[in-house]
């Protein structure tokens, strides 16, 4: 069953075309990414797929409704994970989940194990009387999740629900969305972490100004780059000029931002020699070297000629 | 109903929000306390008397007797000073330029139609000066109320041969009447009008007053919400925007009808303050709430960000304040001042709580003041969530 489906979505904010022609697929059960940078699109999109506002032309359908024409029905669908913390702060953790918890209609004791089900599973149900102001950014973000979750959506849609959170909780949110997922919970995953993505989501579009330009399975996306390498150098010096490592022969494309280089390769052992002679020729002083092999990022710079922080 | 939901939250919201309590509830609590205190003496010695000017068209005894012997009263002459006019439109421009309170006119042949039962006695009033003119108003009626009385008791002793004629009536009338009337007429006025309690005339005007800083802050808590994602999680959710809105507004109502609660029964316990017939004042407090709440959905319909709706709502208040006598008491104002009082909210709600505080009057008589309050308050309750579901959760 597809649980989603975008059909050809626009959406302008004036001048600004956010998001282009956007058509997916997702089925019921599968964890989705949508990976692109700052500004390709990923919030637009989700805050049309929660029902916020309407694209200008396209259609979008949750679970078998039309979200314009049987809205409540979708978001009973749906639960949120906003990118911003979007919680009451002087309210506790359990408050918060609570409230929201009431506005899809629950109540009484099945609301009451729900809240105390989703703190324990965010690892917070021993500070739910807490106020929220009092919670670290991480915690935060977790009990942005559960407020999320109250209400045992059938598909999660998460915006970047990791941004300027701890290791120890990006750790912990993670391991939540995948837990869910296992239990047959559908998710939309956007990030512009590629390492993120690549370890939730077996299926992924990468989104760039507001376009799809791919989509598949990881393997389907690798197959892009023809099995090619991924070298980083970072130098002492920022470049301006990279024009003379684009003619080394087997140098595929170069990217350059600030003193870090990310070059790509058919093979990252042959080609690193030569790259490293041509930034020596150069008077270039190295600090750093890395190989890596074919990732969503080098398939993001094959794609556009950018990396995913530019 | 889930906006129960919301407006209880936002409530909880409040009471977990010290900063904003003592400010919304502790202010005009202590505000009632000085000014009621320091002003005091513009209330009792600096009150300027008002003016009554009259024209006598009546050749009998009866009309002059009204100016010369019952405005000359000492419960009565304390308060008014008496000008003989000459020409009437000049004496109605002095009216409604607030120059004077009334205008009482005693028609020609008034001491006749009293004998006939038929008196009648014209009183026009400054629409900026309410409470004194009711006064002087009740005053005349009270007259003219007596005269009557007297006039079918007079007829029936001349049927009975205890007077010699019915003819004689009005000359009975003028011996015996004041003798009777210094009584009833004082009575009327000290009876139906306590004295003006500085107290109690702050702790309602600071009361509303400080409705109306409350409702800003609820405008404000609306655009929060929107800037802290939280109204896009409810927009998220399988709730209406109407009754999202709704819930919005009722939390609005819910606040500021807290905050007025509380400044009434602080005041009413530990200042003394008489907030008159408890039917009338809830009137007032529900249709000012009401309007008050109304006046704040259009803030935050208004105003782009909390910042912006908390400058506009202080804009707003303060000069609607001033206008309104929520600062200084109407009677002190420029007539041109308090004619625009019946632009404001405050002009409104203080009519009527002076009314109910200080003339005793009952919940009929300040409904005209309870169904203005709850029209504005609709009126901007429709606009301002037209306008808020248009946008959305968009800024």
Known sequence: ?310 | MTFLHIAAKDLRLLFRDRKALLTLIGTPILLTLVLGTALANMWTSETPPSRVLWINEDSGQLGQMLIDDVFTLPGIASWVVLEEATDKDAALDRVRRGQATVLLTIPEGFSDSVAAGGAVLNVYRDPGSSVRADAITQIAQRFAMELSVRRTVHLALAGQGVIAEAGQVEAALAQIRLDIERDSLEGAVAGTNRTYAPMDYYAASMGVMYLLFTVSHGATTFLREREGGTLARMYQSPVKAVSILGGKFVGIYMIALTQIVCVVVFTSLVYRVNWGNPLAAAGLILSAVAAASGLGVMIAAISKSAASADALGTMIVLPMSVLGGSMMPLFAMPAAVRSLARLTINGWALEGFTRVMFENARLADVGQNCLVLLGAGLAMLLVGGISLQRKGVAA
Request: charged share 20%.
């Open chain 1, 1 to 310: 069953m597809t649980m989603i489906n975008v059909d050809n979505v626009s959406k302008n904010y004036g001048a600004l075309r956010a998001v282009d022609g956007l058509t997916i697929s997702i089925e019921s059960g599968a964890a989705f990414g949508l990976l692109g940078p700052n500004g390709a699109g990923k919030s637009t999109t989700i805050s049309m797929l929660s029902g916020l506002f309407p694209p200008d032309t396209g259609n979008i359908n949750i679970g078998g409704y039309d979200l314009w024409q049987e809205p409540m029905a979708a978001r009973r669908l749906m639960g949120i994970v906003p990118q911003d913390v979007a919680l009451y702060p002087a309210l506790s953790a359990l408050e918060n989940v609570a409230f929201f918890g009431r506005l899809h209609g629950l109540a009484g004791a099945p609301l009451r194990k729900r809240c105390q089900e989703v703190l324990e599973l965010v690892g917070l149900w021993d500070r739910a009387r807490e106020p929220v102001k009092t919670y670290s950014g991480g915690m935060k973000r977790r009990i942005n999740i559960a407020a999320g979750l109250v209400h045992s959506p059938k598909l999660l849609l998460l915006d970047e629900p990791t941004v300027g959170v701890d290791p120890q909780s990006r750790r912990a949110i993670l391991d939540v969305i995948k837990e869910l997922n296992g239990q047959g919970m559908t998710v939309l995953y956007t990030s512009h972490y590629m390492e993120e993505v690549s370890e939730l989501c077996r299926y992924i579009a990468v989104m760039d100004k507001g376009r799809i330009i791919a989509q598949g399975t990881q393997d389907e996306l690798h197959m892009l780059l023809g099995g090619a390498d991924f070298i980083r150098v970072e130098t002492s010096e920022p470049l301006t000029d990279v024009s003379f490592l684009e003619k080394i022969p087997n140098v595929r494309q170069v990217a350059a931002k600030g003193s870090e280089l990310t070059l790509t390769v058919p093979n990252g052992g042959k080609a690193l020699a030569n790259i490293v002679s041509a930034l020596a020729a150069q008077n270039i002083e190295i600090s750093g070297v890395k190989v890596e092999q074919a990732n969503l990022e080098a398939v993001f710079l094959h794609l556009t000629g950018r990396t995913l922080r530019d």
